[in-house]
């Protein structure tokens, strides 16, 4: 219903392109933006999501809307990260971290998932260093502004990290954490990014054991939020 929906407003926005203005651009932009997070999360769509999503950078761009831009080159780096482009990934992600960064504290909002994603990228590439570096921050700069979608999704990607050291019992407290996070927010994790970081989860299971995994996953859905940031920042195992 959401996707019929946003299609009809979109066809009915192309009919008034003779009264095109800056507000009619940004509906656009917002209808193909929607459209774009339906086809990456409800139908696993990676080409026609970049399509939307290419889309409503350009309708961005067109009005001068900086923080838009930002936002959406966050959503193609991500994309492309889904993909395996890690390159592509990065490109993106760097480019919107400087958009978001020229923007200052108007920025604050781009720059945690971008980050995110530039670790994920980098972790791919096997450059752990820049991996945790992007990670600390994104999840620092998320704490800081009070984004838990985005303290969330650093704490993923930190159980990823430390899953590719071979720390499995980090990556059982910190998706813990992150698991436990979720439940209380009702924030759901899209499966394509559940698929990220599954093979690090099994490793790390396999290696503990099931008993010592579920121990270890208790302990980190015991943990409030601050709690798993902390921990994750100062990289200090549970007792």
Same mark, same amino acid.
């Given at each position: 219903?959401?996707?019929?929906?946003?299609?009809?407003?979109?066809?009915?926005?192309?009919?008034?392109?003779?009264?095109?203005?800056? +507000?009619?651009?940004?509906?656009?932009?917002?209808?193909?933006?929607?459209?774009?997070?339906?086809?990456?999360?409800?139908?696993?769509?990676?080409?026609?999501?970049?399509?939307?999503?290419?889309?409503?950078?350009?309708?961005?761009?067109?009005?001068?809307?900086?923080?838009?831009?930002?936002?959406?080159?966050?959503?193609?780096?991500?994309?492309?990260?889904?993909?395996?482009?890690?390159?592509?990934?990065?490109?993106?992600?760097?480019?919107?971290?400087?958009?978001?960064?020229?923007?200052?504290?108007?920025?604050?909002?781009?720059?945690?998932?971008?980050?995110?994603?530039?670790?994920?990228?980098?972790?791919?590439?096997?450059?752990?260093?820049?991996?945790?570096?992007?990670?600390?921050?994104?999840?620092?700069?998320?704490?800081?502004?009070?984004?838990?979608?985005?303290?969330?999704?650093?704490?993923?990607?930190?159980?990823?990290?430390?899953?590719?050291?071979?720390?499995?019992?980090?990556?059982?407290?910190?998706?813990?954490?992150?698991?436990?996070?979720?439940?209380?927010?009702?924030?759901?994790?899209?499966?394509?990014?559940?698929?990220?970081?599954?093979?690090?989860? +099994?490793?790390?299971?396999?290696?503990?054991?099931?008993?010592?995994?579920?121990?270890?996953? +208790?302990?980190?859905?015991?943990?409030?939020?601050?709690?798993?940031?902390?921990?994750?920042? +100062?990289?200090?195992?549970?007792?």
């Amino acid at each position: 219903r959401a996707r019929a929906l946003l299609e009809e407003n979109l066809s009915v926005l192309r009919e008034l392109e003779n009264e095109r203005n800056t +507000a009619t651009t940004l509906k656009r932009f917002h209808a193909l933006n929607l459209l774009g997070i339906l086809a990456l999360n409800e139908e696993g769509n990676h080409a026609r999501a970049t399509a939307l999503f290419e889309g409503s950078l350009d309708l961005a761009r067109e009005v001068g809307d900086t923080n838009r831009e930002g936002a959406t080159l966050t959503n193609l780096g991500y994309v492309a990260l889904l993909q395996g482009d890690n390159e592509r990934a990065t490109a993106l992600s760097e480019e919107a971290l400087a958009v978001a960064r020229e923007l200052g504290n108007a920025g604050v909002d781009i720059l945690p998932e971008a980050l995110v994603n530039l670790g994920l990228a980098a972790l791919g590439q096997g450059n752990h260093e820049r991996a945790t570096a992007s990670f600390k921050e994104g999840l620092a700069v998320a704490q800081e502004v009070g984004v838990k979608a985005s303290v969330i999704n650093a704490l993923e990607a930190m159980a990823t990290l430390a899953g590719t050291l071979g720390e499995a019992s980090r990556v059982a407290h910190l998706w813990g954490a992150a698991q436990a996070a979720r439940e209380i927010t009702s924030i759901a994790l899209p499966p394509g990014e559940r698929a990220l970081h599954e093979p690090y989860l +099994a490793s790390a299971r396999s290696r503990l054991g099931e008993v010592a995994w579920e121990e270890a996953l +208790a302990k980190g859905q015991s943990m409030s939020l601050d709690e798993a940031v902390e921990y994750a920042l +100062a990289k200090e195992e549970v007792d």
